[in-house]
């Protein structure tokens, strides 16, 4: 999959702003961002579900202009809100769903019973959908996207609303997939979801990728190895004021109205440092950096929409 | 189409038993109870034999414009079903063609038993009768093609409650159904002949009754075929701006 220039506009609003990015067989790949990012509208436009407006994409090869309905066929998608038939059984979305790929009948009943299995769901195959709690009808709508044997796998915001049985049991089944050599595109907001998942990964923000790599490298590139976080319970605390005090003690600072966030590869040796200037907070942690540190740097802290 | 069809599983019961109670009931009522009424020949014929291929026009638009209503609403906004046909290797064409196949087959259905009923109640009086059926599918049609391309593209439901006060209902009474149309008032008979449910009901019933001209009969076809023919393309650029974005 190769994106050059990738662009997509609503009238004068640019929803993705020239954007590439290269995902190669066999790969998981990320898309991470704030609402409105674009991230969307970028995996529809590689689902071939979205015209391009600008730029080129090629999928599989192809050309979504020209050859949607070819790339369609080897591809499976999750979209972010479930377009299952609730009024039909489990098995009859399946069924249904397969017709759309033109398969027989009966490779699609076999491949049905084995997805429903694949995502524990066998004993429900006669259920109507409609009573089915988000996580199954979840696991439906990915059962329902792998019915035609996909290449690539485009999962919209997969677990987002799931409890985290449900979580767990989707990303076994996820990486099960990777391992069959299953290309996966991904969105989500759940930094230790992409983490899991992906082997690279982009942030989105605005439209454009703010960065674009490994999980970890993301996390040595844009954030230190630790953060030492110094929490103080008296509300009248100006960590900005406290930040300035401890001038040259760490990487970065941060601060947040009831706590002052130090970037610094050794966290320990900082919190000794910050006891000998006579500071005492009312309680410490520290802690590996995430991913959700290098998203909140990218990307901001502030509500976007 | 076999979406649909699926679909209908669920619910083909309840709609196969209507089917065959509206037809007994109208006849009943109308043609048999308030046709008793009707002591002087209608059209030239018995009031009965004068509505009852009107009614299987009527109903035919009636079945056309549901299901190309609620159901496209639903396919786009309530259920989704249009978005996930799309994620498959379906075209947009597909979506629309299959949709209108599965109106075509459930009028196929109606208009059967209809027929079939009408036979009983001894109101058909021709061979030609049989063709009552490809002419009420595509009396259905007209109303449907051109009504899914107005549902695909509302926000909500309300517009719909509109096509039934102000297009299915009043056609319904006023397209020759239940009188000729020359008993309208002079400066409504243009307007009742350029519907097309009157195109559908005279065609119905010059088939039934056998009284066929040919010419009339041709104008009938192309006005019916012309509506379904331009509701087609409007409803596929509908389709097309909605869910193609």
């Known amino acids: 999959m190769v994106a050059r220039g990738l662009t997509k506009r609503f009238g004068d609003f640019v929803a993705v702003d020239a954007i590439n990015f290269e995902i190669g067989r066999g790969e ?207 509300p009248g605390t100006d960590t900005g004021a406290v930040a300035t005090r401890l001038e040259g003690l760490a990487e970065r600072f941060e601060a947040l109205p009831d706590r002052l966030l130090l970037y610094t590869d050794d966290g320990e040796a900082t919190l000794a440092e910050v006891h000998r200037l006579g500071l005492s907070p009312d309680s410490t942690l520290i802690r590996r950096s995430t991913l959700e540190d290098v998203f909140l740097r990218l990307t901001g802290r502030s509500l976007v929409d | 189409m076999r979406y649909w069809m699926y679909q209908y599983k669920r619910t083909w019961r309840g709609s196969v038993t209507t089917s065959f109670l509206y037809p007994v009931l109208y006849l009943a009522a109308m043609g048999l109870g308030f046709g008793s009424l009707v002591k002087s020949p209608v059209g030239g014929v018995k009031y009965v034999d004068f509505i009852a291929p009107g009614l299987l026009a009527s109903t035919a638009m009636q079945i056309g414009g549901n299901e190309s209503m609620y159901p496209v609403m639903a396919a786009i906004k309530w ?53 009552a059926i490809p002419v009420g599918i595509l009396t259905g049609l007209a109303f449907a093609a051109p009504i899914s391309a107005f549902a695909a593209a509302q926000q909500n439901d309300t517009g719909f409650s509109t096509i039934y006060r102000f297009g299915l209902i009043p056609l319904f009474l006023f397209s020759g159904t239940f009188f000729p149309i020359a008993l309208l008032p002079g400066w409504l008979q243009p307007v009742a002949q350029a519907t097309p449910l009157y195109h559908g009901v005279a065609l119905c019933r010059a088939l039934v009754l ?24 409007l409803a596929q650029r509908s389709y097309r701006r909605r869910l193609v974005t």
Not at chain 1, 55 to 65: I, K, S
Not at chain 2, 106 to 113: A, D
């Open chain 2, 79 to 131: 259920l989704r079903t249009y978005f996930a046909m799309l994620a498959a290797p379906l075209t947009v064409i597909d979506v629309l063609v299959g949709h209108l196949a599965w109106i075509a087959l459930r009028l196929l259905m109606v208009t059967s038993i209809y027929l079939a009923i009408m036979a009983a109640f001894g109101t058909v009086h021709s061979p030609l009768a049989i063709l």
């Open chain 2, 210 to 233: 056998g009284h066929l001209q040919l010419a009339a009969a041709g104008a009938h076809l192309a006005y019916l075929v012309g509506l379904t023919a331009v509701g087609f393309v």
């Open chain 1, 28 to 234: 998981s790949y990320g898309l991470l961002g704030p609402n409105g990012a674009g991230k969307t509208s970028t995996m529809r436009m590689i689902a071939c579900m979205s015209p391009v407006s600008d730029g080129t994409l090629r999928v599989l090869g192809m050309d979504p202009a020209h050859e949607g309905p070819r790339i369609r066929a080897r591809i499976g998608i999750v979209p972010q809100e479930d377009t299952l038939d609730l009024e039909l059984t489990v098995l009859d979305n399946l069924m249904v769903y397969g017709r759309y790929f033109d398969l027989p009948r009966r490779v699609i009943r076999e491949r049905a019973e084995q997805l429903l299995e694949f995502t524990q769901l066998s004993d429900r195959a006669h259920d109507k959908v409609d009573p089915l709690s988000g996580g199954m009808k979840r696991r439906l709508t990915i059962a329902r996207s792998l019915i035609s044997d996909p290449e690539i796998l485009i999962l919209d915001e997969p677990t987002t609303g799931l409890d985290p049985q449900a979580r767990h049991l989707l990303w076994d089944r996820l990486y099960r997939l990777k391992q069959q050599g299953v290309t996966q595109v991904i969105t989500t907001h759940y930094m230790d979801e992409a983490e899991q998942l992906c082997d690279r990964l982009a942030v989105m923000d605005g439209g454009r990728f703010a960065a674009e790599g490994a999980p970890n490298e993301l996390i040595l590139r844009y954030s230190t190895r630790e953060v030492l976080e110094l929490r103080f319970r008296d």
